[in-house]
Nanobody, 112 residues
Framework: QVQLVESGGGLVQPGGSMRLFCLAS????????IAWYRQPPGKAREWVGG???????LYADFVKGRCTISGDVNKRTWYLQMDGLKPDDTAVYYC??????WGQGTQVTVSS
């Protein structure tokens, strides 16, 4: 199974932007079938968005309009770009490919 490693997290000021990375352990045939999730402190993991089997992107309502999921097949990497960050966006962010194993996640903290 493809293993994933997330990176790019850190401390961001409210209103700022972030770009997270999800690197696959081996070559991928396409960018399809990737999902991003997040787990806020003390809360359950929640779906953020993803690229479906048809290549279309879908987003959760709480990030719609300020989030873009994309990637580069040649780099075996997906990206999660999010703008207009809010303190409520503070969470550990994960990616998941084809419903396979979880990565270790990357912490994003939105705070002034």
């Amino acid at each position: 199974q493809v293993q994933l490693v997330e990176s790019g997290g850190g401390l961001v000021q409210p209103g700022g932007s972030m770009r997270l990375f999800c690197l696959a352990s081996e070559n991928i045939p396409s960018l399809n079938n990737i999902a991003w999730y997040r787990q806020p402190p003390g809360k359950a993991r929640e779906w953020v968005g993803g690229i479906g089997n048809d290549g279309g992107t879908l987003y959760a309502d709480f990030v719609k309009g300020r989030c873009t999921i994309s990637g580069d097949v040649n780099k075996r990497t997906w990206y999660l770009q999010m703008d207009g960050l809010k303190p409520d966006d503070t969470a550990v962010y994960y990616c998941r490919y084809q419903g396979g194993p979880w990565g270790q996640g990357t912490q994003v903290t939105v705070s002034s």
